[in-house]
């Protein structure tokens, strides 16, 4: 979690000067350092934040110095709230995205990167964005130059597996504990190193994401936030929807081939012509499919006819 309190120019020179200053700033940051595992980020708005443990400890030594203002001077908490820090686009994030969740074919795909903010400027000229604006051949080229650079995890579900948990998890569910095990896989790749923010792309509401994983272990959850539209606010869940989507294509080509039949992305009426085809052949659909969807049912109508 992160605490942020707005002070004035004199209290953020004190801060400045009780803490120092070292290594990179992120954009509009006048300084930052880490100090009993709070990491201080100070900025020319007067906004400072706080994050890491005790992070409310920490701000409070400073609010209570700041001079009253109303509200704004007091610490505010950010995270499941939806607020994101400060000059979070110049961070080093660790993000997570997934694809494949309204594809009646293929596999449900969340990957996690790590972008620090030494490498934004190497993402960014690869001209990274979100995998939905991308042509395959573009979105394939990205990925294969990312994954040789920047950590990251895939979770792939394929559809065999997916129909399994389907019988005690819903769709949600799946994307929940996808996303905590690839942002846990990635934290230990590049531990001891820990990521100034974590940017989860929201599929849900937050209280209901933490719901799903209450007894899980190994929950992933210091510093975290959400947002839709996530790829908009750091590219590093840019790039793990592109490694998602990448991922994605390379399992959907296989199972083509396993099928023997090319198999449409979507779900629309195109892909109820494959799914019957397939029954038809006498192929079982929950090896292909997320057998929930109510193609199934238009599939089965269609093979009978």
């Known amino acids: 979690m992160s605490v942020v309190i707005k002070v004035d120019p004199s209290t953020l020179k004190k801060i400045q000067q009780h803490y120092g200053s070292v290594g990179t700033l992120p954009p509009g940051a006048v300084f930052r350092n880490k100090t009993n595992g709070v ?3 100070g900025y020319k708005s007067g906004k400072v934040m706080f994050q ?37 686009a110049g961070m080093s994030v660790l993000g997570s995205d997934e694809v494949g969740t309204g594809s009646y074919f293929g596999p449900l795909t969340a990957a996690a990167t790590y972008v620090s903010a030494e490498n934004i400027a190497q993402v960014k000229a690869l001209g990274i964005a979100d995998s939905k604006t991308l042509t395959d051949k573009a979105m394939q080229t990205m990925a294969e130059s990312l994954i040789t650079f920047i950590p990251y995890h895939v979770v792939n579900i394929l559809p065999k597996k997916y129909n399994e948990l389907n019988q005690r998890l819903n769709a949600n569910e799946m994307k929940a504990f996808a996303h905590n095990l690839a942002l846990g896989k990635v934290l230990e790749k590049i531990r001891p190193v820990q990521p100034d923010a974590i940017l989860i792309d929201q599929f849900t509401q937050p209280n209901t994401y933490w719901k799903y994983l209450r007894n899980v272990d190994g929950v992933v959850k210091q510093n975290v936030y959400f947002t839709t539209k996530g790829e908009q606010y750091h590219l590093a869940v840019a790039a793990a929807s592109v490694i998602a989507r990448y991922v994605e294509l390379q399992t959907m080509a296989t199972l083509s081939d396993q099928a023997g039949i090319n198999l449409p992305v979507g ?36 093979a009978r006819r």
């Open 39 to 41: 990491t201080i980020t």
């Open 52 to 88: 890491g443990q005790n992070e409310d400890r920490e701000a409070k030594r400073w609010s209570n110095t700041a001079p009253s203002t109303g509200a704004s001077s007091q610490p505010k908490l950010a995270g499941s709230n939806g607020n994101l820090p400060v000059g979070l």
């Open 267 to 302: 779900a629309g009426s195109a892909v109820d012509k494959v799914a019957a085809q397939l029954l038809k052949n006498g192929q079982d659909l929950h090896d292909y499919t997320k057998y929930h969807f109510a193609n199934t049912d238009k599939a089965i109508a269609l």
